[in-house]
């Protein structure tokens, strides 16, 4: 044998691969029974479901820090240029199922468990999943490492280890309880803690000069010192040797500050430093309310913020000589601005800390960061008030002001006398109390801004950001949203999958566009009754799920109409009410009407402080009884909500959907991903030219979906002509009949006045334009019914839908992404022999 590093080296990792993270059935179950024993302590007659869902885990985790050793080594010796997505929320999902898929070895480890007189399916089932996201944005962040590990693009995903992840929602007599969500109680068998690798943090205090080498420098003096630990968790890519990390930072106390407190006799003392240091980061904050004045959110925004920057720094310092060519290593994506204070952060690191002059460091900062904007909704734009902000941050806000200063000064030169627009562009909101525009400063500080939709980008450009647009326009961008095939169609419909993939192949799974090779089969007899097995038995699967947690039964059989997402007033879950309603009163009139049976499906959470969407939900539960229970209509309408919806819930919703209500305020919703989802798996939308639909109505075609509603144009029209709600309740008394049954307490008759709130709302001043809207739904609801009966057309509308949804790949944004934005390319990972 040849002496090379290579014949040295691959012999001792074949053996390796082949004893302990083997990809045959007997592998895996030998690793298991040893996870069972050695990890969770527990021999097979007294294992739980748990300790066999751990030993499964762990199993799996082996595998996946193979390639993930594999991976970090290669980045390493190849210096390669990577990206970096920052997100105060990741929506993961269970990871066991997603893993095994990407590893290619999901039937090894059902063949394995069944050797050992076991089902995947329940081990499957014990996996609680880590809730460390509000909604959309934070499983668009899971969906993006899902692709970026799949295109093998370096990337580290950076955030927060809450202790507490989003409540778990249960219903209580209609009305929503909020309960904590201790998801890390059983223990998480994916991270991996790395107490060494941590960061300090410093909060509050203040500010001084001083002069270093004849330059005039500024030192923080902090109040606070909290110390950020990292906590790992493997991304695998699907069938790709790939596998990066997401990392998030938990806080902790200093020892420094607990010596210093010992030494002063003060133990108590310490110990409260500890405990007020580790709630930087408990808990997940909800998204209700205004962002404003939680002091404790900036901490968590600024705390990770920092921790990622300075690991960045670490690692490009291991093989570059200084930080001023960090933006050729890093490419840095803002989810939101929740991240955007990391724009600071980075000037005061390289400005303070590493003596790099403004000009310099500021160029290298804009170079760097990339700003994705997830909403216009005016009350979701953060902003601090300055004196919240000077008391946390006050080295950063002196940055911001400066930022500011030669920003506005630039800007006059341009545009003179215009102070309008300076006003509107400062960083620094002066109209009322002094505020920080945190959109403002993640715009003038990234190289690149983008929307999640067309219409939003354009509304972005044209509206919240026109005069950075002005100045900069090719500065932005455009990258609509995107979901991952793997998880919401391979993992969550293996009956669907199973059946497009015995057709056109599995090429599908990672180039989602070969879908349309369905499209030729979307009459087809054949095709179109295993279709409609497949979905049937989704929705069999989905009727025993909404029994088990409801108690309400539901058809099979019938029309699933499906709303599930966070509850909103813009998202009109009660638009969705006037309908059930309104139908509901003509069965009642018309006992023998030839509409087809629906089951109108509801599931999401309710912001804890958002009154008005609890009291959405409330009226849901409050129709569902009355109508759920009238035997007059025999079962031909039946209205069911499906508590806690989650990742996890969320696969068994999708698969099972007929119709998908995509029904928000023209010009509201800025993508909406569910809206993806449910096509994918072969729902037909009834929406609104909003967010992404408009996309989706133009990929799939408009025969195939039920189109209806005020377009964004005519909304701001309409409010600008003085819009009358009750001009609609007077005129049309199909509306006028729901609303005051609403009002008066036909569904709650224990308390009649329990939801004049919503109705005083719409026959006030309706800001989401329900009424305007609401003819024109019931009226597409009737063409739905119709479309429905025929159901050799339906089912060629729902294959067409799937067919067509290709463009929604999370894998086609991400490539938009490394494109257009962030200039990186894949960097294939070999696992046999030395990666290089
Ligand atoms: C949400 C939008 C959705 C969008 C997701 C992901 C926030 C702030 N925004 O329409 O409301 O699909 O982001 O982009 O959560």
């Known amino acids: 044998?040849?002496?090379?590093?290579?014949?040295?080296?691959?012999?001792?990792?074949?053996?390796?691969?082949?004893?302990?993270?083997?990809?045959?059935?007997?592998?895996?179950?030998?690793?298991?029974?040893?996870?069972?024993?050695?990890?969770?302590?527990?021999?097979?007659?007294?294992?739980?479901?748990?300790?066999?869902?751990?030993?499964?885990?762990?199993?799996?985790?082996?595998?996946?820090?193979?390639?993930?050793?594999?991976?970090?080594?290669?980045?390493?010796?190849?210096?390669?240029?990577?990206?970096?997505?920052?997100?105060?929320?990741?929506?993961?999902?269970?990871?066991?199922?997603?893993?095994?898929?990407?590893?290619?070895?999901?039937?090894?480890?059902?063949?394995?468990?069944?050797?050992?007189?076991?089902?995947?399916?329940?081990?499957?089932?014990?996996?609680?999943?880590?809730?460390?996201?509000?909604?959309?944005?934070?499983?668009?962040?899971?969906?993006?490492?899902?692709?970026?590990?799949?295109?093998?693009?370096?990337?580290?995903?950076?955030?927060?280890?809450?202790?507490?992840?989003?409540?778990?929602?249960?219903?209580?007599?209609?009305?929503?309880?909020?309960?904590?969500?201790?998801?890390?109680?059983?223990?998480?068998?994916?991270?991996?803690?790395?107490?060494?690798?941590?960061?300090?943090?410093?909060?509050?205090?203040?500010?001084?000069?001083?002069?270093?080498?004849?330059?005039?420098?500024?030192?923080?003096?902090?109040?606070?010192?909290?110390?950020?630990?990292?906590?790992?968790?493997?991304?695998?890519?699907?069938?790709?040797?790939?596998?990066?990390?997401?990392?998030?930072?938990?806080?902790?106390?200093?020892?420094?500050?607990?010596?210093?407190?010992?030494?002063?006799?003060?133990?108590?003392?310490?110990?409260?430093?500890?405990?007020?240091?580790?709630?930087?980061?408990?808990?997940?904050?909800?998204?209700?309310?205004?962002?404003?004045?939680?002091?404790?959110?900036l901490q968590q925004q600024y705390f990770f913020a920092s921790c990622a920057l300075q690991d960045m720094i670490r690692l490009h310092l291991q093989t570059a000589r200084s930080v001023e060519d960090f933006d050729r290593k890093f490419a840095v994506q803002l989810n939101d601005t929740h991240p955007a204070i990391a724009i600071a952060e980075l000037m005061r690191l390289m400005v303070d800390e590493y003596n790099v002059d403004w000009d310099r460091a500021w160029r290298v900062t804009q170079n760097t960061f990339g700003y994705t904007n997830h909403t216009l909704l005016p009350e979701a734009l953060e902003r601090w008030p300055v004196p919240l902000f000077s008391s946390l941050l006050p080295r950063h806000l002196e940055i911001i002001y400066e930022i500011n200063r030669r920003f506005l000064d630039e800007v006059r030169v341009r545009c003179p006398d215009d102070d309008d627009r300076i006003r509107r562009l400062s960083l620094i909101d002066e109209t009322g109390p002094r505020f920080v525009r945190m959109a403002n400063l993640a715009t003038l500080g990234s190289r690149m801004v983008n929307g999640v939709a067309k219409l939003h980008s354009e509304l972005l450009r044209k509206g919240v950001l026109r005069d950075f647009c002005d100045l900069a326009p090719d500065k932005f961008t455009n990258v609509t949203n995107g979901v991952t095939p793997r998880r919401f169609l391979l993992l969550s419909n293996p009956r669907l999958a199973g059946l497009i993939t015995s057709r056109i192949g599995d090429g599908w799974v990672k180039n989602l566009d070969q879908l349309r090779q369905l499209e030729p089969l979307a009459s087809d007899p054949e095709f179109q009754t295993a279709w409609r097995a497949a979905r049937r038995h989704n929705k069999t699967a989905l009727a025993a799920l909404l029994r088990a947690r409801t108690g309400v039964q539901v058809d099979a059989d019938t029309l699933f109409d499906i709303q599930v997402k966070r509850l909103h007033e813009y998202k009109r879950q009660h638009l969705n009410v006037l309908h059930v309603v309104t139908l509901y009163n003509r069965l009642c009139r018309e006992p023998s009407a030839d509409v087809p049976a629906r089951t109108v499906i509801f599931g999401g959470k309710a912001a804890p402080g958002y009154f008005v969407a609890k009291l959405i939900i409330k009226l849901i539960h409050a129709v569902a009884e009355r109508v759920n229970a009238d035997a007059a209509i025999g079962g031909r309408l039946k209205v069911a909500f499906l508590p806690d919806f989650n990742v996890k819930n969320a696969q068994h919703v999708y698969p099972a959907a007929d119709l998908s209500e995509q029904i928000s305020t023209a010009g509201m919703e800025a993508s909406g991903t569910g809206n993806m989802k449910f096509g994918l798996n072969g729902a037909v939308t009834i929406g609104t030219l909003d967010g992404a639909n408009i996309e989706i109505r133009d990929e799939v075609g408009a025969d195939?979906?039920?189109?209806?509603?005020?377009?964004?144009?005519?909304?701001?029209?309409?409010?600008?002509?003085?819009?009358?709600?009750?001009?609609?309740?007077?005129?049309?008394?199909?509306?006028?009949?729901?609303?005051?049954?609403?009002?008066?307490?036909?569904?709650?008759?224990?308390?009649?006045?329990?939801?004049?709130?919503?109705?005083?709302?719409?026959?006030?001043?309706?800001?989401?334009?329900?009424?305007?809207?609401?003819?024109?739904?019931?009226?597409c609801q009737e063409r739905v019914n119709q479309a429905y009966r025929d159901q050799e057309g339906w089912t060629r509308m729902s294959i067409l839908n799937t067919a067509r949804i290709g463009y929604f790949s999370s894998d086609r944004a991400i490539r938009e992404y490394c494109e257009r934005i962030w200039r990186v390319k894949p960097e294939p990972i070999t696992l046999d022999g030395d990666p290089i």
Request: with cysteine; glycine share 8%.
């Open 1 to 297: 044998m040849t002496k090379t590093p290579r014949a040295r080296t691959t012999p001792a990792r074949l053996t390796q691969e082949d004893t302990r993270t083997g990809l045959s059935p007997q592998a895996i179950a030998r690793a298991f029974c040893d996870n069972l024993f050695y990890v969770q302590g527990r021999f097979p007659k007294v294992a739980t479901p748990h300790d066999r869902f751990m030993a499964l885990a762990y199993t799996v985790r082996d595998r996946l820090l193979q390639r993930w050793i594999h991976t970090a080594e290669t980045y390493y010796q190849r210096q390669s240029r990577t990206v970096c997505y920052l997100s105060a929320e990741f929506l993961l999902g269970p990871q066991l199922g997603k893993n095994l898929i990407n590893l290619g070895i999901y039937g090894a480890a059902e063949e394995a468990m069944k050797s050992l007189g076991l089902d995947l399916g329940d081990i499957l089932d014990q996996e609680e999943e880590p809730g460390l996201g509000n909604g959309g944005l934070g499983r668009l962040a899971a969906c993006y490492i899902d692709s970026l590990a799949t295109l093998e693009i370096p990337t580290i995903a950076y955030g927060i280890r809450y202790e507490f992840g989003i409540f778990n929602q249960a219903i209580r007599d209609g009305w929503q309880v909020e309960m904590t969500d201790k998801w890390l109680r059983l223990g998480n068998p994916w991270e991996i803690a790395r107490p060494q690798l941590t960061f300090g943090v410093k909060l509050g205090g203040h500010t001084e000069t001083y002069t270093e080498d004849g330059r005039y420098k500024v030192r923080w003096n902090p109040s606070h010192l909290v110390r950020g630990t990292a906590y790992d968790t493997p991304t695998v890519g699907y069938h790709v040797n790939t596998a990066n990390f997401l990392r998030l930072w938990r806080a902790e106390a200093t020892e420094s500050f607990d010596f210093r407190a010992f030494n002063t006799g003060d133990y108590y003392g310490a110990v409260m430093e500890k405990i007020v240091s580790e709630n930087i980061t408990k808990v997940l904050y909800p998204n209700d309310e205004l962002p404003q004045g939680k002091q404790l959110r």
């Open 704 to 779: 195939n979906f039920f189109l209806f509603g005020l377009t964004a144009a005519e909304v701001q029209q309409r409010k600008a002509a003085g819009y009358r709600p009750r001009d609609h309740y007077e005129s049309d008394p199909r509306l006028k009949e729901a609303i005051d049954q609403i009002g008066s307490g036909f569904f709650s008759p224990e308390q009649p006045e329990l939801f004049q709130p919503l109705v005083n709302n719409l026959l006030g001043s309706d800001p989401f334009m329900l009424l305007a809207d609401y003819a024109a739904y019931v009226d």
